[in-house]
């Protein structure tokens, strides 16, 4: 099944809505809860990165009967150095995000500890692409 | 219909359909519907008197529901009058549990923050709606079961026989009766009838009024400490738990609350008390009294000098901590298991298909939540359409597509809305002419 979300940058009060939907697909679809969690997880930081950092990103959903995909796309700065992004704690998020209680520099090394593969490309000026997957457990 | 948090009426040939496997018993049905089409079934009162031995199991709710003149001692008494030959608050079970909560959340692995077993519904809303919270429950008995232990220890001391003692809840809500019957975490309950309290409470009050002024000895009785007799007010449960603690009330509160807690947007804190009703017990749909009222009347109750306990009184049962290490053995319940209503099928790659088939069926619904077609949403629809239990044409804005296409003549979308809503709708606009 194929399934897409807009995400709209800057927009805090909306992040989240996402994972949320994807969340009761899921329940639905009566994937494992240990499974739903990881990627309700994943999905949010992922959904949380775009809103803080990007102008705008989509979210790309395949899932079949043995695992998620998920791919988010966005419009944005781009990372500078992936490797320094995924340290934990590291964060280059505004004064405002932080104040806003976001940019603790968790959420790509929460999205790695909650997914089977993780690939993230990016090219400065232009934006990021994070791809995401999960197996699900039988 | 919509009311229901779990979507678990519909609308059949005039009647309101149950589907058992959602309701969680909360009763809001029950509160709102106007022609009182529900009704919360309960034990006939005269049924007390199949026992030699009749305890009347009564909540601080009960005794809140009466004005402030009128004070416990008065309302038991009048019990004992009606045909009771015990009564016991069911607080009286809440200094054992908060012991045994504390103990309990000291255990190692168990998963933060635990939610409180106390209201039923709200343990059957999570089987339902969030299995995947199940682990979070605190796996103890409320203080009804509790108390009840004790009693049935007290009866079993004094040589009388389970099937000599009747146990009498006096219930507030639907949910506690759900409980008592059919029971989550344990195999059957020590209680053996429920009252309800809207009926028990006319019968009081009557007798109330009418030996206002006549002497009469009453019971002894020694008032509960405020913190059991607030116990089941919203917030009595939350402070005396350890660490970051959090009091939610009524279900929509709740629902939105277990909906963080599921996306883990919730850190830090050990213990939620969740309740269905709002103001808690106090506000059960069996109440007469405003919430409220009665949850200001609990809490300021001016405590009575406790005076010396007559424990060998036969109408008396001693303190419940001489049970203690009886009840403690027996204080937990078994694992809660999910039951999720969510899941479309078993089978990912049937629930899947049946998905597709739900996405489908939406794109052709007007999305308005109208209730003409008997379900209370048009997702609902779509979901009982894929599970072929009902029919596209069921939806009011289908039927003049399809009339208009010619495809559904004007007597079979009259018989469609006659399947739904009964023949008592439609027979009114039979003899009528000219509108």
Same mark, same amino acid.
């Given at each position: 099944?194929?399934?897409?979300? *807009?995400?709209?940058?800057? %927009?805090?009060?909306?992040?989240?809505?996402?994972?949320? *939907?994807?969340?009761?697909?899921?329940?639905?679809? %009566?994937?494992?809860?240990?499974?739903?969690?990881?990627?309700?997880?994943?999905? $949010?930081?992922?959904?949380? %990165?775009?809103?803080?950092?990007? $102008? *705008?990103g989509v979210i790309i959903i395949d899932i079949d009967t043995e695992k998620i995909r998920i791919r988010i796309e966005d419009e944005g700065p781009g990372i500078k150095d992936i490797d320094l992004a995924m340290q934990q704690g590291f964060s280059t998020a505004s004064e405002l995000v932080r104040e806003m209680g976001f940019g603790a520099g968790m959420g790509l090394p929460n999205i790695k500890n909650n997914t089977d593969e993780l690939t993230v490309t990016s090219e400065v000026g232009k934006g990021t692409n994070v791809h995401m997957l999960i197996n699900f457990s039988i | 219909m919509n009311v229901c948090p779990t979507e678990a009426i519909r609308v059949r040939h005039g009647k309101a359909v149950l589907y058992g496997d959602r309701c969680v018993d909360c009763g809001e049905c029950f509160r709102v519907c106007p022609v009182s089409a529900i009704i919360i079934d309960h034990d006939d009162f005269n049924f007390i008197f199949d026992y030699k031995y009749r305890i009347a199991l009564v909540p601080a709710v009960f005794t809140g529901q009466f004005p402030e003149d009128v004070s416990p001692q008065q309302i038991f008494s009048v019990l004992l009058d009606l045909g009771f030959t015990h009564v016991y608050e069911v607080e009286n079970g809440t200094a054992?549990?908060?012991?045994? /909560?504390?103990?309990?959340?000291?255990?190692?692995?168990?998963?933060?923050?635990?939610?409180?077993?106390?209201?039923?519904?709200?343990?059957?809303?999570?089987?339902?709606?969030?299995?995947?919270?199940?682990?979070? !429950?605190?796996?103890?008995?409320?203080?009804?079961?509790?108390?009840?232990?004790? !009693?049935?220890?007290? /009866?079993?001391?004094? #040589?009388?026989?389970?099937?000599?003692?009747? +146990?009498?809840? +006096?219930?507030?809500?639907?949910?506690? !009766?759900?409980?008592?019957?059919?029971?989550? #975490?344990?195999?059957?309950?020590?209680i053996s009838g429920v009252i309800n309290m809207d009926v028990l409470f006319n019968k009081v009050y009557r007798k109330v009024k009418t030996r206002n002024n006549q002497s009469c000895s009453l019971p002894v009785y020694t008032d509960l400490p405020a913190t059991a007799r607030c116990w089941a007010l919203t917030n009595g449960e939350a402070p005396l738990a350890k660490g970051r603690t959090l009091a939610i009330d009524e279900i929509n509160n709740v629902i939105d609350f277990l909906e963080k807690l599921e996306d883990d947007e919730i850190n830090d804190v050990d213990f939620v008390e969740l309740r269905a009703c709002d103001e808690s017990c106090a506000g059960g749909v069996l109440t007469v009294s405003n919430r409220f009222l009665t949850a200001e009347r609990l809490r300021n109750h001016k405590t009575t000098t406790p005076e010396p306990s007559d424990s060998e009184h036969p109408d008396g049962f001693r303190h419940i901590r001489e049970n203690h290490a009886e009840i403690r053995k027996n204080i937990t319940i078994e694992e809660v298991k999910p039951r999720s209503i969510m899941k479309l099928d078993d089978n990912i790659a049937e629930a899947m298909r049946k998905m597709e088939k739900v996405n489908r069926i939406m794109q052709l619904l007007p999305m308005v939540d109208c209730g003409v077609c008997g379900a209370p949403s048009c997702q609902a629809l779509a979901r009982d359409i894929a599970l072929n239990q009902a029919n596209l044409h069921d939806c009011v804005f289908i039927q003049k597509i399809l009339e208009q296409k010619g495809e559904l003549s004007l007597e079979e979308s009259i018989k469609i809305m006659q399947e739904i809503w009964g023949f008592g709708k439609t027979n009114k606009y039979r003899d009528l002419k000219g509108l």
């Open positions: 099944m194929h399934f897409e979300f *807009q995400v709209e940058g800057g %927009n805090f009060s909306k992040a989240g809505t996402a994972s949320s *939907q994807l969340k009761k697909i899921l329940k639905q679809l %009566n994937v494992d809860s240990r499974d739903i969690k990881r990627v309700v997880v994943a999905l $949010y930081e992922a959904e949380v %990165n775009v809103v803080a950092h990007a $102008y *705008q | 054992l549990l908060q012991e045994a /909560m504390n103990e309990y959340a000291d255990k190692p692995g168990i998963s933060k923050p635990l939610i409180s077993s106390f209201c039923p519904a709200i343990v059957r809303l999570i089987q339902v709606k969030f299995p995947a919270l199940v682990d979070n !429950i605190l796996l103890l008995k409320p203080p009804l079961d509790i108390s009840a232990l004790h !009693i049935r220890e007290e /009866m079993r001391r004094k #040589g009388i026989t389970n099937e000599e003692a009747g +146990i009498f809840y +006096i219930t507030p809500c639907a949910a506690k !009766i759900a409980a008592i019957k059919d029971p989550v #975490g344990e195999d059957k309950s020590p």
